[in-house]
């Protein structure tokens, strides 16, 4: 049995040798030391106070595999190549990989070679994960974005609820679960839905003492956002609402010579995302002008300001967008930028994206009838999906075909894949079957097969313009043919360039009409009380911003930050009228101390008369007669 000096200096080297620091911060030692005694915690920590190495670390100094349950597949990617780079081993299983390569990882598990496996919690209800997964000693289950698991929550999944099944047949198993963003309503409900057992609860305040927050109504942002980097030079990030906001600001910025900004967006390819987000994150001085598609995984010390040109749909948003500025805990600056027009307008947006339920319903009848889905039916397929013919078939807005698609896909109904991507192609035919096809359909096959390795076995993704390059034809003859055999059953092929949906449950029609119509108007009122509360935090001007963050977040009893921009303006009232003009008509009776001033001013504090005297004698209204005297000058 090790002691417990020599394991306090084993996580000391642990953490030097794979992260580089030489002492953990604030509860990040607490917090490991509770994993490994084998209690349940439950830690809420601001983004940017390192939550994950709260569970990687313990994962390295523990028997077994770690299992992370984590949300999106870009940030279980980024997490696994940010530690395989450290010189961890941690993999991740998907619907992309093969048999093969899953079978690979299983066995890496098995041996207890690989210390973190990411999954995500659809993948808990899996049968083959359930029944390899067996096999595999866990060290302990770390649940990440924990907030998901709360109807409260604004990222609510359902499939978070299969957790706590999991946990039932494995309650040996500790569990570590982390958030960034809860409200103690969010919170209650993590502890209960995960069924923790008398955790330990980590808690640090949501204030950030090192981020000025400035809020500014204003009707020229463009003028106003040329004017912040014209004297910044540092690494900041610029939040917009749309791609073409991000794309325009760019583009005037360039035009008035300021040439350190680049966009980022959903529609970029991910070979321009990941060249963009590298040059920044290497970059001292780079500005990212991003939709909130940016953000994930960001772990970059040195971003200096965040200006938000629109604002963010909730609170939550808004505190983990400025929270990546300052991480290295020197000043930092938010600034929010807003009109009433554009609240007015946004409110507007809101309500014209929620549709009554009967639009609910015809919408999702559109794809069960034009993708021939039968009651209690769970097509294999991937299908095309063109988001017009839904529009012409219902004569609905765009807007609230896609608030319904992305519910529908959000709550793991169907995968509804709108963003460009490889396409793919699987071969439905036994190659010995290819010599009995027309011949220039079994020409076509054979020179697919040239240049698509795998397509016989498995689905495989590939690009047309590579088979375009190899076999010297049109990309746009290439699409014709794939979708003239896919019609005749010889293959299936999704084009990478359109929108795609498949299937995840089978069809239930009384599901449909009450538990998911009911999840659905749960969660658009649960958006516009959100959006309700940023809007106040916007156009309040007596409250302090950081404050009302802390409020937001169930802080109370906190103390105003001094340096947002409500503060400022009432530090400017209180200095230039009332406290210092009652100040000087006292003085002007006579020389005074501090004890007779605050006689003569009783409705004001010691603290605040110092400040105002400060103040005055910095001005030259007020000078020092002696050490505790002061007068007019």
């Known amino acids: 049995m090790i002691s417990s000096k020599d394991?306090?200096?084993?996580?000391?080297?642990?953490?030097?040798?794979?992260?580089?620091?030489?002492?953990?911060?604030?509860?990040?030692?607490?917090?490991?030391?509770?994993?490994?005694?084998?209690?349940?915690?439950?830690?809420?920590?601001?983004?940017?106070?390192?939550?994950?190495l709260c569970y990687q670390l313990p994962a390295l100094l523990q028997e077994g595999t770690c299992l992370v349950i984590s949300p999106l597949l870009a940030l279980m990617k980024d997490q696994v190549n940010q530690l395989k780079f450290r010189g961890i081993e941690a993999e991740y299983l998907s619907s992309e990989?093969?048999?093969?390569?899953?079978?690979?990882?299983?066995?890496?598990?098995?041996?207890?070679?690989?210390?973190?496996?990411?999954?995500?919690?659809?993948?808990?209800?899996?049968?083959?994960?359930?029944?390899?997964?067996?096999?595999?000693?866990?060290?302990?289950?770390?649940?990440?974005?924990?907030?998901?698991?709360?109807?409260?929550?604004?990222?609510f999944r359902p499939s978070y609820q299969n957790i706590k099944d999991f946990r039932k047949n494995n309650p040996e198993i500790t569990c570590l679960a982390l958030t960034a963003t809860a409200t103690p309503k969010v919170l209650d409900e993590i502890k209960n839905k995960l069924e923790l057992k008398d955790p330990q609860i980590f808690q640090k305040s949501f204030k950030r003492d090192n981020i000025k927050i400035f809020t500014e109504e204003i009707s020229d942002k463009y003028q106003k956002v040329f004017n912040i980097l014209k004297y910044a030079k540092e690494s900041g990030i610029i939040y917009v609402r749309t791609?073409?906001?991000?794309?325009?600001?760019?583009?005037?910025?360039?035009?008035?010579?300021?040439?350190?900004?680049?966009?980022?967006?959903?529609?970029?390819?991910?070979?321009?995302k990941?060249?963009?987000?590298?040059?920044?994150?290497?970059?001292?001085?780079?500005?990212?002008?991003?939709?909130?598609?940016f953000g994930m995984g960001i772990d970059k010390d040195?971003?200096?300001?965040?200006?938000?040109?629109?604002?963010?749909?909730?609170?939550?948003?808004?505190?983990?967008?400025?929270?990546?500025?300052?991480?290295?805990?020197?000043?930092?600056?938010?600034?929010?930028?807003?009109?009433?027009?554009?609240?007015?307008?946004?409110?507007?947006?809101?309500?014209?994206?929620?549709?009554?339920?009967?639009?609910?319903?015809?919408?999702?009848?559109?794809?069960?009838?034009?993708?021939?889905?039968?009651?209690?039916?769970?097509?294999?397929?991937?299908?095309?999906?063109?988001?017009?013919?839904?529009?012409?078939?219902?004569?609905?807005?765009?807007a609230k075909i896609k608030n319904v698609l992305n519910f529908l896909h959000t709550q793991e109904i169907i995968f509804h894949n709108s963003n460009k991507s490889l396409s793919s192609l699987e071969l439905l035919i036994k190659p010995d079957e290819i010599d009995q096809l027309p011949q220039k359909d079994a020409y076509f096959i054979e020179l697919?097969?040239?240049?698509?390795?795998?397509?016989?076995?498995?689905?495989?993704?590939?690009?047309?313009?590579?088979?375009?390059?190899?076999?010297?034809?049109?990309?746009?003859?290439?699409?014709?043919?794939?979708?003239?055999?896919?019609?005749?059953?010889?293959?299936?092929?999704?084009?990478?360039?359109?929108?795609?949906?498949?299937?995840?449950?089978?069809?239930?029609?009384?599901?449909?009409?009450s538990l998911y119509w009911n999840l659905f108007e749960h969660i658009q009122k649960n958006k516009i009380q959100k959006w309700e509360e940023m809007k106040f935090f916007i156009e309040d001007n007596q409250y302090c911003k950081m404050k009302l963050i802390l409020s937001y977040f169930g802080?109370?009893?906190?103390?105003?930050c001094g340096q947002c921009t409500v503060c400022e303006k009432n530090k400017q009232s209180i200095f230039g009228k009332n406290v210092s003009l009652e100040i000087l008509n006292v003085l002007n009776k006579k020389p005074a101390t501090i004890e007779e001033i605050s006689v003569?001013?009783?409705?004001?504090?010691?603290?605040?008369?110092?400040?105002?005297?400060?103040?005055?004698?910095?001005?030259?209204?007020?000078?020092?007669?002696?050490?505790?005297?002061?007068?007019?000058?």
């Open 7 to 52: 394991f306090n200096e084993l996580k000391n080297k642990t953490l030097k040798h794979f992260w580089g620091y030489d002492q953990f911060r604030d509860s990040q030692e607490a917090i490991i030391d509770s994993v490994i005694n084998r209690k349940d915690t439950l830690v809420l920590l601001p983004t940017g106070a390192g939550k994950s």
């Open 555 to 560: 802080e109370k009893n906190t103390k105003n």
């Open 274 to 293: 990941n060249e963009r987000q590298n040059f920044w994150n290497n970059s001292d001085q780079n500005v990212l002008i991003s939709t909130n598609a």
């Open 243 to 272: 791609r073409k906001d991000a794309e325009l600001l760019t583009e005037f910025l360039h035009r008035h010579k300021i040439q350190n900004v680049d966009y980022f967006h959903a529609g970029l390819s991910t070979k321009e």
């Open 600 to 633: 003569q001013l009783q409705f004001q504090t010691k603290e605040n008369i110092l400040e105002n005297l400060i103040f005055l004698l910095d001005s030259g209204k007020v000078k020092m007669l002696n050490f505790r005297t002061y007068a007019l000058t």
């Open 97 to 155: 990989l093969d048999e093969f390569d899953a079978e690979v990882i299983y066995n890496r598990c098995k041996d207890g070679l690989t210390k973190l496996l990411y999954v995500s919690p659809e993948r808990l209800t899996n049968k083959l994960f359930l029944q390899q997964i067996e096999e595999i000693q866990l060290s302990f289950i770390a649940v990440d974005e924990a907030h998901c698991i709360s109807e409260w929550g604004q990222d």
């Open 302 to 398: 040195n971003v200096r300001f965040v200006i938000h040109f629109s604002p963010s749909q909730s609170i939550e948003n808004y505190y983990q967008e400025i929270g990546r500025a300052g991480r290295d805990g020197k000043k930092s600056y938010a600034f929010m930028l807003w009109n009433k027009q554009e609240i007015s307008n946004f409110d507007q947006i809101l309500r014209n994206q929620i549709p009554n339920k009967a639009e609910f319903l015809k919408i999702i009848s559109y794809l069960y009838s034009k993708f021939q889905v039968a009651e209690f039916e769970l097509p294999e397929k991937v299908f095309q999906l063109n988001t017009s013919g839904i529009q012409s078939f219902t004569k609905l807005s765009t």
């Open 448 to 513: 697919l097969l040239r240049s698509v390795s795998g397509i016989t076995t498995h689905k495989v993704m590939f690009s047309e313009q590579n088979v375009s390059n190899k076999i010297g034809v049109s990309i746009h003859l290439i699409k014709e043919r794939l979708k003239e055999l896919q019609q005749k059953n010889y293959l299936e092929y999704i084009d990478g360039a359109l929108a795609s949906v498949k299937f995840l449950k089978p069809r239930d029609e009384r599901a449909i009409n």
